[in-house]
């Protein structure tokens, strides 16, 4: 595949075999591929079921690498969810498969336009969301928001910002009560175990500038309450992040774009900042380990 779009595109390509466990150096232009064999021809722009499994075998042959140290980190382009699901194979996102692989709690966050913003849930109909928000889960989210802060992004004792669900965070009930039910419980438990959490506090106006620089981390309660502020920003460059793996993962922020694969039109910077962020992390989680 890799062959026929850089025949496609008129770009010079040397790819060789990946050798296991041995460090080499690539020249521009050269490629080391681990070959994973496709069910049939990748069509640009063109879904195909019979390839979805294929899809899954990347994903699976790199978290193994990963888990067991071959690995440094896990870098992942934009996968369509639903030619997998038609293909049979239930698939809710990248996140939610990681998360099946290792086990593990994991939490959203995207990094760009000098921004980190991490969600409580993240690919839930709205509908759903306000039931999905629970003291464990917050408390749960919280927890590895702070661990993966210090130990990833070197930063001692993060300042984290919360956003209330409702309009106003709530206003005093007025506009929901899971603000006082449920939000505020946990971030005075978790300050009281010294966690620095601020709010709850009004999305419509926590993500003005001035604020925006004494934060560390913004924890949004759903998908579009936070990403649209943070992708306005920095579209193309921002990084996703998956904090509570036993790995390293980031991904581009933006889906597959099919009306442009083949074309040699896609902007390929928030794949670089991914790459780019992952070995950063790799550097820093082996600088605190």
């Known amino acids: 595949m890799l062959r026929e779009r850089a025949r496609l595109l008129r770009l010079p390509l040397e790819i060789a075999d990946y050798p296991p466990l041995v460090e080499t150096s690539r020249a521009p232009g050269a490629l080391h591929v681990l070959h994973i064999s496709l069910a049939e021809p990748a069509i640009p722009g063109k879904l195909n079921a019979a390839n979805a499994r294929y899809v899954l075998s990347t994903l699976r042959r790199g978290v193994e690498g990963c888990v067991n140290g071959e690995f440094s980190a896990l870098v992942t382009g934009p996968v369509q ?15 939610e498969y990681l998360a099946e692989q290792t086990n593990s709690q994991p939490v959203m966050m995207l990094v760009g336009g000098g ?79 010294g966690m620095d959490l601020i709010g709850p506090l009004p999305a419509d106006t926590l993500f003005n500038t001035s604020r925006l620089k004494q934060y560390d981390c913004i924890l949004a309660m759903y998908h579009d309450q936070g990403l649209p502020v943070l992708k306005h920003a920095s579209f ?31 902007d390929h910077g928030s794949l670089v900042a991914a790459i780019e962020m992952a070995a950063m992390l790799a550097e820093n989680r082996a600088q605190s380990n």
């Open 81 to 95: 969810k639903g030619i997998i699901n038609d293909a049979g194979i239930a698939f809710t996102g990248h996140t």
């Open 115 to 193: 921004m980190r913003v991490a969600l409580a849930t993240t690919h839930l109909p709205l509908k759903d969301v306000p039931a999905a928000i629970s003291q464990p889960l917050l408390e749960q989210k919280l927890s590895i928001i702070h661990r993966d802060l210090a130990a990833w992004f070197l930063i001692r004792n993060p300042r984290i910002a919360v956003a209330g669900l409702n309009p106003h965070a709530g206003e005093s009930g007025h506009l929901g009560r899971e603000e006082l039910d449920i939000i505020i419980p946990v971030l005075d438990r978790l300050r009281a175990s």
């Open 236 to 266: 193309g460059a921002a990084v996703n992040v998956t904090l509570g793996l036993p790995i390293i993962r980031t991904s581009v922020d933006h889906g597959t774009a099919l009306d442009l694969a083949g074309t040699g039109q896609a």
